[in-house]
């Protein structure tokens, strides 16, 4: 079989819809390179297919003829962020580069967005420093909500939120701290912010976001 250069990858991840909330499934299927497990390896096919292997195994295969029709890319530092749409439906697929080092990952990563760009429009973000780098941010001082005033935000220190008041909240109605259990997040910063821009490229994302905000204000109105 006829390839192109082949990459390494750290990591492979593809995200499986209806999994998260409504089941215990994690969201992402992950594969993670080990010593002793063959290498994963994303290769571009002479004849126009994007492959990721696994010794003989094949994670993955998306079609590159016309790829500009259904797929959209996104590289971040060591990471390809893919979204793959048939039919209507749309899949998002991860891979991050592997190296010696972060530079060499960010290099790997930026060779094989180049080979893409002959098939496929690239999205780029020059890297930055990871956000552990940065010193801790503390916390704003504690607020009563007797002292909330004058548009200063209400601390609520603990207990549940009515849908009404987090409804509020969210359309930036009323300020509000939030008690530490709705700060908490399972999203990486970084994995966050890819899957965002990838989701922006989405001609179909800012309908999705202005049905939401309109579900939203049906609720205020229960």
Same mark, same amino acid.
């Given at each position: 079989?006829?390839? +192109?250069?082949?990459?390494?990858?750290?990591?492979?991840?593809?995200?499986?819809?209806?999994?998260? @909330?409504?089941?215990?499934?994690? !969201?992402?299927?992950?594969?993670?390179?080990?010593?002793?497990? !063959?290498?994963?390896?994303?290769?571009?096919?002479?004849?126009?297919?994007?492959?990721?292997? #696994?010794?003989? @195994?094949?994670?993955?295969?998306?079609?590159?003829?016309?790829?500009?029709?259904? $797929?959209?890319?996104?590289?971040? =530092?060591?990471?390809?962020?893919?979204?793959?749409?048939?039919?209507?439906?749309?899949?998002?697929? &991860?891979?991050?580069?592997?190296?010696?080092?972060?530079?060499?990952?960010?290099?790997?990563?930026?060779?094989?967005?180049? =080979?893409?760009? @002959?098939?496929?429009?690239?999205?780029? #973000?020059?890297?930055?420093?990871? !956000?552990?780098?940065?010193?801790?941010?503390?916390?704003?001082?504690?607020?009563? #909500?007797?002292?909330?005033?004058?548009?200063? %935000?209400?601390?609520? &220190?603990?207990? =549940? $939120? +009515?849908?009404?008041?987090?409804? /509020?909240?969210? *359309?930036?109605?009323?300020? *509000?701290?939030? !008690?530490? $259990?709705? &700060?908490?997040?399972?999203? @990486?910063?970084?994995?966050?912010?890819?899957?965002? &821009?990838?989701?922006?490229?989405? %001609? +179909?994302?800012?309908? *999705?976001?202005? /049905?939401?905000?309109?579900?939203?204000?049906?609720?205020?109105?229960?």
């Amino acid at each position: 079989m006829a390839t +192109s250069v082949k990459w390494r990858l750290k990591r492979y991840g593809r995200f499986i819809p209806g999994t998260g @909330e409504t089941t215990k499934r994690e !969201p992402w299927k992950t594969f993670e390179a080990k010593e002793n497990e !063959p290498e994963i390896i994303v290769t571009i096919v002479d004849y126009g297919y994007l492959m990721v292997l #696994q010794g003989q @195994e094949c994670l993955e295969t998306i079609p590159l003829h016309g790829a500009s029709d259904f $797929l959209k890319v996104h590289q971040k =530092s060591d990471t390809l962020m893919i979204r793959h749409t048939i039919k209507g439906a749309s899949r998002l697929i &991860r891979m991050q580069f592997d190296g010696s080092n972060k530079a060499q990952a960010i290099k790997e990563c930026s060779s094989a967005a180049e =080979s893409l760009r @002959e098939h496929v429009p690239v999205g780029t #973000q020059d890297d930055a420093l990871l !956000p552990n780098n940065q010193p801790p941010v503390d916390d704003p001082a504690p607020v009563t #909500q007797g002292e909330a005033a004058g548009g200063e %935000p209400q601390v609520v &220190r603990e207990g =549940s $939120l +009515s849908v009404q008041r987090l409804t /509020q909240n969210l *359309l930036g109605e009323i300020p *509000l701290t939030m !008690p530490q $259990l709705y &700060r908490q997040g399972s999203w @990486e910063h970084g994995d966050l912010e890819a899957l965002l &821009r990838v989701c922006l490229l989405d %001609p +179909s994302f800012h309908a *999705l976001v202005e /049905q939401v905000e309109g579900e939203l204000r049906k609720i205020l109105q229960e």
